[in-house]
């Protein structure tokens, strides 16, 4: 696991140039033209109204656990998580690493699913983000480590010509100009994504040397109600937790358990 961020990238330019030749860029513009005419909800400001600013995650899979929940349905776990108090979702759309697909947030949408969703993958080329509006995502993941501050604007930009907003992720103090761009949300993962050691503090670290006024996330690693309370009075106003709740037989109700621990000050 020396460094599986630089294995993933190089997979998914492969990916993207195998998804261009079964949809060219003409043809995916072409059906996402229509698509702009309609907003998408808003997920900064969902996590900035919301009482317990849970993003919660849809997750099968991942490099270091391997699979969480591989039976895990699109259409039933999202779903709950809305009905359970979720503020905006993050949905996997990574296959190979992540057991994800683009899929899965139109099947979230079909079953009901109206409140925020992230488009989480490893987005290296404009194509991706049309992919993701064309699938109803919301938000864009967009990862500091994987693209120079030129690329990471670029896909920014074009972003917000789509309707969509940013969370922009940073780890350390190096990426922290990147939050100059000035992206819609501002998350910090907690998971180093070259070794994949997780450390909750790195949010309590970093926090202090953002902007201000943006929306922060803390990313990954929280799965006790104390360390959410303990976020917040740091400036934080997003929590994305995947895991702790896809590990549990259901996870819509896990998260309800958190919601209630979180509003009782218990845990």
Not at 27 to 53: K, N, W
Not at 86 to 98: C, H, N, R, V
Not at 114 to 135: G, S
Request: charged share 25%; proline share 3%.
């Amino acid at each position: 696991m020396a460094d599986i961020l630089e294995e993933i990238v190089a997979h998914k330019r492969l990916e993207v140039e195998r998804f261009k030749e079964q949809m060219s860029e003409q043809e995916i513009h072409r059906q996402v033209e229509p698509l702009l005419d309609f907003s998408v909800a808003s997920m900064s400001q969902a996590l900035t109204t919301s009482d317990s600013g849970i993003i919660a995650e849809f997750k099968r899979k991942s490099p270091s656990k391997g699979w969480i929940k591989e039976e895990g349905k699109a259409d039933v776990i999202p779903l709950s998580y809305q009905q359970h108090g979720a503020a905006a979702l993050s949905i996997l759309t990574d296959e190979k690493y992540f057991g994800g697909c683009d899929e899965f947030i139109k099947t979230a949408r079909h079953s009901g699913v109206k409140i925020p969703v992230l488009y989480k993958n490893f987005v290296i080329d404009e194509y991706q983000l049309f992919q993701a509006r064309l699938c109803g995502a919301s938000a864009v993941l967009l990862i500091a480590a994987d693209l120079k501050k030129a690329e990471c604007k670029m896909l920014l930009n074009t972003t917000h010509e789509l309707g969509l907003e940013v969370l922009l992720e940073i780890h350390s103090e190096s990426e922290l100009e990147y939050a100059e761009l000035e992206p819609d949300m501002c998350g910090i993962n907690n998971r180093n994504l070259g070794s994949f050691v997780t450390d909750v503090q790195n949010s309590f670290r970093l926090a202090e040397l953002l902007p201000k006024e943006a929306v922060k996330v803390s990313e990954s690693g929280i799965s006790n109600p104390d360390t959410v309370r303990a976020l917040r009075l740091a400036g934080f106003q997003g929590f994305l937790i995947g895991e702790n709740f896809m590990k549990t037989a259901d996870p819509g109700q896990a998260l309800s358990d958190f919601i209630a621990k979180l509003t009782t000050g218990n845990g």
